[in-house]
C-alpha cells in the first residue's frame, strides 16, 4: 500500500503543474481511481471496462481531464492493481454530479462483476 500511496503523491505532484481547467480559486480536484481485476475477468471484458470507462468524459460534462494507463512499475509493489484512471474536476460539486451521473452509474454496472478491488483517492493539486 506505501508504493501505491508513493505513486500517487509522486502522481499528484507532477500533474499539478500539468495544463487543465482550475477552479476560480485555482485549484484543481483530481479524483484517481485504480482498478484490481477479478482473476476470471478475461481480456475483451477488461478492454470493454477500459473503453466505457474512455466514454465517460463524453458523457459527463463536469469531467475537466481524464488520462489513464496500466502499471508498468518494476518495483512490483502494485498489490495487484493493474489500470489506474486519472479524472480533474474544477469543484466538489463538479466531482459530486459525475458520481451520480446516469452514465457513471452504468459505466459501474459492467464493471462490478469483473472488478476484485477498487481503490479511490480524491485530492486538491498542490503546486
Request: some cysteine; proline content about 5%; hydrophobic content about 45%.
Amino acid at each position: 500500500m506505501l508504493g501505491i500511496l508513493s505513486c500517487l503523491t509522486f502522481l499528484g505532484a507532477f500533474l499539478s503543474t500539468s495544463k487543465t481547467s482550475v477552479s476560480a480559486e485555482g485549484k484543481i480536484l483530481r479524483h484517481v481511481v485504480l482498478f484490481k481485476f477479478k482473476d476470471t475477468a478475461t481480456p475483451a471484458q477488461i478492454r470493454q471496462v477500459e473503453d466505457a470507462f474512455r466514454a465517460l468524459p463524453g458523457k459527463i460534462s463536469e469531467v475537466k481531464t481524464f488520462e489513464w494507463g496500466t502499471n508498468v512499475s518494476p518495483e512490483n509493489l502494485a498489490q495487484g492493481f493493474t489500470h489506474c484512471f486519472l479524472l480533474s474536476f474544477s469543484s466538489d460539486k463538479d466531482r459530486d454530479a459525475y458520481l451520480v451521473a446516469p452514465a457513471h452509474k452504468e459505466f459501474g454496472a459492467l464493471l462490478r462483476p469483473n472488478l476484485d478491488q477498487v481503490l479511490v483517492v480524491d485530492f486538491w493539486a498542490q503546486p
